[in-house]
């Protein structure tokens, strides 16, 4: 997870949608990998990246806060 977490603030946006997309299907239904995301501060690392300029990546962000 903490690999996912670095790719948040990669130069390339596919990059960082497909680790959304990681990150979510991680976290989803998983109380276990919700809580190590909690530990290593993924929360405002999301809320971070929800500000990026590409939609899609924006997108993924909150679709992955609703988790």
């Known amino acids: 997870m903490p690999k996912l977490l670095h790719l948040l603030h990669d130069e390339d946006a596919s990059c960082r949608t ?17 809580e190590v995301f909690r530990q290593k501060r993924g929360i405002p690392q999301l809320v971070q990246a929800a500000d990026d300029k590409d939609i899609k990546v924006q997108r993924y962000c909150w679709t992955c806060l609703r988790c």
Do not use: E
């Open 18 to 34: 497909k680790a959304l997309l990681a990150l979510s299907c991680q976290i989803r239904l998983n109380p276990l990998a919700l």
